[in-house]
């Protein structure tokens, strides 16, 4: 083991001496050639300054090698050469460039096998920089080493100048820096000698200690690992070697000692791991017991969240299907009755909006709740839809059986509900489908309680209804109505009517709201009662909203391009489009690029909206009005608005609405209300304008109360583009022959 150790150490030690040796030659090599160089830069300056740069500037051209004074200056530098012993090779010198060009130099006077005098010297890139440095500062330069063809060279540049001290030439002295230059060989002699003799005669003394230091040292530690080696367990007992020195046997004695000690410990070591093994085996039965109780627990779990509503812990519409599933098949195998009951909360986006979502989901946990709590154990509760739940009821005796929990579940959910310590009442829409009497198939029955729910809806709510066959021709028809009016929106079959706003005062058209009007191919004309309740249940009223106001801008750049005279041109806005959060945006970008002045804008909302959320009516309207629209409230008076709020949604006019002016002026009480109103609007400062006028008593009327405006067929119907477009012409000329 020790000798293997010297060996290893032994090759170690040459091996980074040659790396010292190679090292030391890179070094020497360096330092006799920077040594070389600054010799060679002092001979070329020496050389350079005893040069008359006079007679130099004057041999140019190859024929000089006939001149005497070429001869004389060719002999000088063979005497440079002779008198130092660095035997560099070429010795010769250059005129400067007389062009811009400094990397073409001409020879001048050389000392080279072959003398070539007016020859062009083109100097290597590497050496530009040296020559310019050289012109700039009138001292002499080394150049790095360098190899070509001939060897490895170092050259050194010097300035030579005339009588008058001006440089006219470079001296050049290269020299060979190879084992082909006895200098350089000489130069790395002396350097080399001193190192190569204390590494030849340190080599041996060092591989003479390390086999010294491995008999005496070594292979005592190596006995002593052998003591390590005997600590395993098949060698408890191993005797332990004889140690020479005094200090390894005391060591040796210790470690027996100590040996013995990890023997009695590793034995109650193994005991404790016996014990350990049997108490882990024990848990992990249990781990794994628990974990399969808890796969199933999860599995359960997950069964019922995929089954269940977590808002409020009802039965979700998968649930409700596959119970309906069963208590249909069911009912048809006894022949007993049963009934799906679709629940709807009316105005919930309203509870949504004012009382905000987390309060509205608190609601709907309270109306889940109470119908659980008001039907039987066997029936099924579920919530399938936001605020929509449906109940499957069994084993009914008679049809009126449902109703009667239909009116049950409406009386329990008209009690206040408390939410945020403020009563909130609730209505519900209820359509119920019998089975299997109106259907066997499950999803036709849930179809048809839907279709009796929304039925109820469309009715205004709070109330029930079973589904009969008729509400299923009209939903076929209402899905075909749908259809089509998608498909219209796309052909564009829609077009814009425009009924005027006239100036009581004046008679003038001042204004004209755009009305919307559907001309089906088939169809024919389809009344806006029809389609626009059903755009705005679908959501299609939004894109419609959308090409409306579109048109409404195409139009009116018409008419401003036309010369018409100015007119504010009232827009429709439903709930649905009011409530989209993008509104502001969408018209915004609709506007960007438009000037629609001296024309104005005005968008009309209905009362109801406006209260539908007061604080966001009041921000849309705001921002609205910032863009240089201007609002009104259509229907005024229908609704429950107040003084106060209509003070804060800043708006520009009050309609007043048609169910007001038709019993105009006979009716005291809508006289009184017709009254109240214009009165409310001029002490805000509003414009007032009364709809549906359509006779001359209700105009004089209007007229006496101070109204601003009107319109109805008594002036004009609702006229296409064209036809309005002409009316306002023929009335511009009408005034200008009364002026």
Known sequence: MATKLAAIFSAAMLIIGFLLFSASLALSHRQSVLRLSNELKRIAMTASLNIDGDIHASLRGDAVAEDPRWRDMQRYLSRVREANDLEFDHLYTFHLAADSDPSRLEFAVMLHPEPFPGS????????LELIRGIQRTGKPGNTKIYTDAHGTWVSALAPIFDRQGRMVGLLEADLRVDTNNEAYMAAMTSTMLPIAVLFLL???????????????????ISQFAQLAEYTADSHWDHPIPEMKWPELQRLGGAFERMRLQIKNQVTHLRKFNQELEREVDARTHELEIAQENLKHQTARQLEYHKSHDDLTGLGNRLLFVDKLAVASAKAALDETTGAVVVLDIDRFQHFNDSLGSQNADRLLQEVGNRLRSSVKGTDTVSRIDGDEFALVLSNLSHENDAAKIAGRLAKVLSRPFLVEGMEVHVTASIGIA??????????????????????VKREGGNGYKFFTHTMNAESVKRLALETAMRKSLVERQFILYFQPQVSIATGRIVGAEALIRWYHPELGLISPGQFIPLAEETGLIVPMGKWILEE?????????????????????????????RDLVPSIRAQLAEVDLSPFRLELEITESIAMGNVESTIDTLSE?????????IDDFGTGYSSLSYLKRFQLDKLKIDKSFVDDLPGNQEDTAIAIAVINIGHALGLTVIAEGVENEEQLSFLRR???????????????????????MLGTRQEASKSA
């Open 434 to 455: 019998v089975f299997p009497v109106d259907a066997q198939s499950p999803d036709l029955i849930s179809s048809y309680a839907e279709t009796a729910m929304r039925r």
């Open 202 to 220: 340190a080599l041996p003394v060092g591989i003479g200690l390390i086999f010294f230091l491995s008999r005496s040292v070594a292979k005592p």
């Open 120 to 127: 062009i010297y083109q100097v290597p890139r590497k050496n």
């Open 705 to 727: 109360n101070g109204c601003d405006e009107f319109q109805g067929y008594y002036f004009s119907r609702p006229l296409p583009a064209e036809e309005f477009t002409e009316l």
């Open 624 to 632: 609205l009005r910032e863009m240089g629209l201007l609002v009104a």
């Open 552 to 580: 409404v801008i195409r139009q009116v750049l018409i008419w401003k391009k036309a010369g018409l005279p100015p007119l504010v041109v009232a827009v429709n806005l439903s709930a649905r489009q009011f409530s989209q």
